[in-house]
């Protein structure tokens, strides 16, 4: 089955990096577009990244623009999202999603990785 | 940026009662528009798509409805495992999930 399965959370200070991981299994990776979201502490969703199956393209929210990378090892089946110049507020769990369909939706999740920015 | 508005907020209810939610996007998005459901400590999962489309393997009592700027999503007879927290998501122009709306016991 299709599975998702997010690593690379911890606790860093501010101004710190963290390197996230989504390892994918169950689907062909390299024929799909891939996501980003995240989830502050009794917060709502918040998109944060996106990029192109083939790795060609990518879009940020304004808020960890020009901080954040997405990328992506198709031959690994893995994505990944580097942050860097981490803040307080940066403080969430990181899902990795699956885009699907004709109107991009996503489907399924991982489980999410917590990231704590924290002195 | 599109904005997406979900209300209420939250709500109280009780097994078995039809549950509405609305979520309107601050400009026509037409139908692309996708309704998920979290409950605690869990990751969110999809339950319609494209406005309309039922997920696999979602009850039939889920439905949603409507396009360009307003939508809804349906519970039409609730169950104890339906309180949990619902987002819309816009996926028109990038992406924007909704507030959330939180289904709690009466």
């Known amino acids: 089955q299709v599975q998702l399965v997010e690593s690379g959370g911890g606790v860093v200070q501010p101004g710190g990096s963290l390197r996230l991981s989504c390892a994918a299994s169950g689907f062909t990776f390299n024929n799909y577009h891939m996501h980003w979201v995240r989830q502050a502490p009794g917060k709502g969703l918040e998109w944060v990244a996106f990029?192109?199956?083939?790795?060609?393209?990518?879009y940020y929210a304004d808020s960890v623009k020009g901080r954040f990378t997405i990328s992506r090892d198709n031959s690994r089946n893995t994505l990944f999202l580097q942050m860097n110049s981490l803040r307080p507020e940066d403080t969430a769990v990181y899902y990795c999603a699956k885009e699907q369909g004709s109107h991009n939706w996503f489907d399924p999740w991982g489980q999410g990785t917590l990231v704590t920015v924290s002195t | 940026d599109i904005q997406m508005t979900q209300s209420p907020s939250s709500l109280s209810a009780s097994v078995g009662d039809r549950v509405t939610i609305t979520c309107r996007a601050s400009q026509t998005i037409s139908n692309y528009l996708s309704w998920y459901q979290q409950r605690p400590g869990k990751a969110p999962r999809l339950l319609i798509y494209?406005?309309?489309g039922l997920e696999s393997g979602v009850p039939s009592r889920f439905s949603g409805s409507g396009s360009g700027t307003d939508f809804t999503l349906t519970i039409s007879s609730l169950q104890p495992e339906d309180f949990a927290t619902y987002y819309c998501q816009q996926s028109y122009s990038l992406w924007t999930f909704g507030q959330g709306t939180k289904v709690e016991i009466k």
């Open positions: 990029i192109r199956f083939d790795g060609t393209n990518e």
């Open positions: 494209a406005a309309s």
